[in-house]
């Protein structure tokens, strides 16, 4: 079965610093992952996925994450962050290779961002 | 485009009650996801519905249920209402060559007095 770990619970940075999300998946396939961002009292929006093509994934709102299975990660970056990125985000795995296409979420991770 | 729309917004019963959750997926969606985002639980696979079927479940009681309808738009039926049922209820759908993306809708917020 595939899990998710997402270190950090809370992230704080200041505005215009580096973000990054860490994000560390377990699958017994190649693994599609996906990173999502949820705003108080609102649904999920996709930010990126990878899909098995290139390891580096430019998302929305300059976010990107770059896949590595050597060290089972996919980490979350932007360059510069911006106060309307203060919000929750959540790493998932889904696995193909057992036709479930159920995600499966990390904990998530709640980013501040401080003036 | 309009995206995965849900209803209602809220949502409150009372303890052994029965509650109807509603969503319509993105227009040419054929597949339904359910997930419950509990306080301190996290974000929780329910139930994945295609082409009018059940699919998949996650680990919840049978008292948990849904259907599919022809217009792929689906229902949420949580039966025998418990105080841990509160939570934001998420649905998404996915088609076609991205039928491994799910996009979500806003949710309903149940609460069980």
């Known amino acids: 079965a595939q899990s998710v770990t997402q270190l950090g619970s809370h992230v704080s940075v200041s505005e215009g610093a580096l973000v990054l999300l860490r994000c560390n998946y377990s699958?017994?396939?190649?693994?599609?992952l996906f990173w999502y961002v949820q705003y108080p009292n609102q649904g999920l929006q996709l930010l990126l996925k990878?899909?098995?093509?290139?390891?580096l994934v430019k998302g929305i709102n300059g976010f990107e994450a770059e896949f590595k299975k050597s060290e089972t990660s996919f980490h979350l970056t932007k360059p510069s962050a911006h106060m309307s990125d203060a919000a929750e985000y959540f790493c998932?795995?889904?696995?193909?290779?057992?036709?479930?296409?159920?995600?499966?979420f990390g904990s998530g991770t709640r980013l501040q961002v401080q003036p | 485009e309009a995206g995965v729309t849900q209803s209602p917004t809220h949502l409150i019963k009372t303890r052994g009650q029965q509650a109807t959750l509603r969503c319509s997926p993105i227009s040419g969606h054929t597949s339904v996801y359910w997930y419950q985002q509990a306080l301190g639980l996290g974000l929780q696979f329910l139930l994945w519905?295609?082409?009018?079927?059940?699919?998949n479940r996650g680990n919840f009681p049978p008292r948990f249920s849904g259907r599919q309808f022809p217009n792929y738009s689906s229902e949420l039926n949580v039966n025998a209402l418990e105080l841990e049922d509160s939570a934001l209820y998420l649905c998404a759908s996915s088609a076609g060559q991205e039928i491994d993306t799910q996009y979500f809708g806003p949710g309903t917020r149940l609460t069980v007095l």
């Open positions: 699958s017994s396939v190649p693994p599609y």
């Open positions: 998932a795995v889904s696995d193909p290779g057992t036709g479930r296409r159920a995600l499966t």
């Open positions: 519905y295609d082409e009018g079927e059940e699919r």
């Open positions: 990878y899909t098995s093509a290139a390891t």
